[in-house]
């Protein structure tokens, strides 16, 4: 079974890597800054007891306040999980760093998130949109995006 | 003196018989080699993910059906084993047992498909295609007789199914597990000693075991270079502890490890269809679940092993009857990942092997 980390002890262990970051320890995910964001996946890989090395899924939702981005990791090393979340405050403009140099896995859900959520990915290799066609209007897993039906 | 020599870009697809759908490849040569590649998506998108927040969670099942449409039963479990997490419902013992004896029988007809296609791709036209479709077929007939559909099958329910299995199933079921083996002998038997197969796929398009852990490789991809991951021994759900079944493992990453690997997934599928055929118990096959389903606001990340590779489904629930979020981790998507590493340098020729043994089915990919 894998099992999911302790989000307390987590943060306990970057905190004493990098001095100064804020992260809050939700009972089910661990929550961090946009800016910090890239310093602590490195973390969360180099580690030698983490060692987050897959990332399983990385995806974004929309709500009023923030759009967040939300990690799935794993350890295949260890056979552990966790779920590291981002929250994005500027829906006009959001952005954060891309983890493309980190895992090669983000490259192509990165482009999703862009195209679908207007998130800019900075540093990313080949940002443009992935599904719908440069030129098209609005991001449509947006909630203030009109469906047709 | 040199001779002045200029790149080539040349388009595969988007409307190409080996792109398995409508997917545009956009490749620079050298000559004959490829140095970079560009793969085009987006022409299948449907918007499913968008679609289904406007619907509700029942509403939803079918779209499952129509992401991997060769593997729509696998589809239907992730999800509504994703949306019963969210919601609480427990899963009567039958179900569960009918849902392992579907799974399996699904990666089968999958993996007869996506060789079947490969070998089409080599160049060894229709002839191997219509082997592995023949066994296909009798699958394809089990899960007619179940849910009245040969391809989008829509039978899974939350908490159970939609009717029990019918009376017919199960002895032909028995008939296809004692012939099964022996056809799996006889396609080893003509392609993995097949002396073109060899030559056009040992050591073809290697993907080596750090870049497939780190680009998201999933299932028979993933295994084939050497790594040791698969959802149903790692994070195990339904009754998968309940059976013994080896997962196969090969080193090289490269085409015909690809191709080994589901030859040897499919050994072990009739093992485990043995094992649940046997258990199989009598009983109900509908937990409790109410008609209207308003699952507690929260959010759920859960995950089965598809044919193609780690399937999950990603969703966040607020309280009403329609899904706030609905997201779908996609094997076949982030399987081609790291494709563009494991073409350059290789000849035209070899991309569509290379390709081919992946295995993708578009309506995943776009969605």
Redesign the interface.
């Known amino acids: 079974m894998t099992a999911v980390l302790d989000y307390p002890q987590l943060k306990a262990a970057l905190s004493k890597e990098l001095p100064g970051i804020e992260i809050q320890a939700d009972g089910s995910f661990l929550l961090v800054s946009p800016e910090d964001m890239h310093k602590v996946c490195e973390r969360l890989t180099s580690l030698p007891s983490i060692q987050m090395d897959y990332l399983t899924n990385l995806t974004a939702a929309d709500y009023s306040e923030y759009i967040e981005i939300i990690f799935h990791l794993n350890s295949i090393t260890h056979n552990t999980s966790a779920t590291v979340k981002t929250r994005l405050t500027d829906k006009k403009n959001p952005k954060m760093a891309s983890v493309v140099d980190i895992w090669r896995g983000a490259e192509l859900q990165e482009r999703e998130i862009y195209d679908l959520f207007g998130v800019f990915f900075e540093n990313h290799i080949g940002l443009k949109r992935i599904f719908l066609w440069e030129g098209f209007e609005g991001y449509p897993l947006r909630k203030d995006f009109v469906n047709g039906h | 003196m040199a001779i002045k020599t200029e790149n080539f870009i040349l388009n595969i697809g988007p409307q190409h018989p080996s792109t398995h759908g409508v997917f545009r490849l956009r490749i620079v040569l050298d000559g004959e080699v490829i140095t970079d590649l560009e793969p085009v998506?987006?022409y299948l998108?449907r918007?499913i993910?968008?679609?289904a927040e406007?619907r509700t969670y029942l509403q939803d099942i079918p779209f499952t059906d129509r992401l991997d449409y060769l593997g729509s039963m696998t589809n239907n479990h992730a999800y509504v084993m994703a949306v019963e997490k969210l919601a609480g419902i427990t899963v009567p013992e039958r179900a569960e047992y009918i849902r392992v004896i579907l799974d399996e029988l699904q990666r089968i007809a999958s993996h007869l498909a996506g060789l079947g296609f490969f070998l089409n791709d080599l160049g060894a036209l229709q002839t191997p295609l219509l082997y592995m479709f023949r066994e296909r077929e009798k699958i394809v007939e089990l899960f007619d007789m179940c849910s009245g559909q040969r391809l989008n099958y829509n039978y899974y329910r939350f908490g159970g199914f939609v009717q029990d299995l019918p009376e017919e199933f199960l002895p032909a079921l028995k008939i296809l597990l004692d012939t099964l083996p022996g056809f799996i002998d006889e396609y080893e038997q003509l392609i993995s000693t097949n002396e073109i197969v060899l030559i056009r796929t040992k050591g073809v398009g290697v993907l080596k075991r750090d870049?497939a852990?780190?680009?998201?490789?999933a299932g028979p991809v993933l295994r084939a270079s050497g790594?040791n991951?698969d959802i149903r021994r790692?994070?195990?759900y339904s009754i998968y502890n309940r059976f013994e079944f080896d997962i196969p493992i090969a080193k090289n990453g490269d085409t015909y490890d690809r191709y080994m690997i589901r030859i040897l997934e499919m050994r072990q599928s009739v093992r485990i269809l043995r094992q649940a055929v046997k258990d199989l118990p009598e009983g109900e096959i509908m937990g409790k679940a109410p008609k209207l389903l308003k699952p507690p606001a929260g959010e759920v990340?859960s995950?089965i092993e598809g044919p193609k590779g780690?399937l999950?489904f990603?969703l966040?629930s607020d309280g009403t009857d329609k899904p706030?979020?609905w997201?779908v981790?996609p094997p076949c998507?982030?399987n081609?990942?790291?494709l563009k590493d494991m073409v350059v340098g290789w000849k035209v020729a070899d991309l569509m092997a290379i390709f081919g043994s992946i295995d993708i089915v578009m309506g995943e990919v776009?969605?």
């Not at chain 2, 852990?213 to 490789?217: G, K």
């Open positions: 998506f987006g998108h918007g993910e968008k679609l406007g870049l852990i780190n680009s998201s490789a790594i991951w790692n994070d195990p990340y995950r780690e999950g990603y966040v706030y979020r997201r981790r998507l982030l081609l990942s790291a776009d969605r």
